[in-house]
């Protein structure tokens, strides 16, 4: 009985693992069912070759331009600039017959060099002071710790500004 049982179930489960599609049955891309585009990519898509098609047409229209004024240059579309800052030299602005260009690009700002020695020492100090504070001040660590900290970092903040000012930072 139990392998009579075994081999129908078997069967039926065998029968319902199809790979045809029934129409209706949780399929939803049969014939007749259409699927919503709730997301808008088919608009997208829509725009995106319209806005192609323009700047591929702008693009032809001025480099057909550049041919026939004969500009050996190529044709600059709307893009955004670039970071080089172009100026003019002092005979383009008043006009004189030769004309040229410099770009200069913006200076690199000099790299960090981490904290400074006022930082460390304000740091250090105050972690110090808090750990020495709460020794001392049996009765009440948490009031030992606070004034060791303030008065650790003040201390360690005054020694490393002192030698930051050595150095000329």
């Not at 898509?45 to 001025?62: C, G, R, S, T, V």
């Amino acid at each position: 009985m139990k392998t009579t049982l075994s081999v129908i179930a078997i069967a039926f489960l065998l029968a319902a693992c199809t790979n045809s599609p029934q129409p209706g049955i949780g399929n939803a891309n049969v014939a007749g069912v259409q699927i919503a585009d709730t997301v808008g990519f088919a608009e997208y898509k829509n725009w995106k070759a319209q806005k192609d098609l323009l700047e591929f047409n702008e693009y032809k229209q001025a480099k057909y331009t550049a041919i026939v004024a004969g500009t050996p240059t190529r044709p600059v579309l709307n893009r955004r600039s670039t970071n080089a800052v172009k100026s003019k030299t002092v005979s383009e602005r008043r006009g004189s017959g030769s004309a040229s260009t410099s770009t200069s690009y913006p200076a690199k700002a000099p790299k960090k060099k981490g904290w400074s020695k006022a930082a460390k020492g304000t740091a250090i100090g105050a972690g110090s002071g808090a750990v020495i504070g709460a020794v001392v001040n049996k009765r009440n660590r948490a009031v030992g710790a606070v004034i060791g900290g303030v008065s650790g970092g003040a201390v360690g903040y005054g020694i490393g500004r002192h030698m930051d000012k050595k150095d000329g930072r």
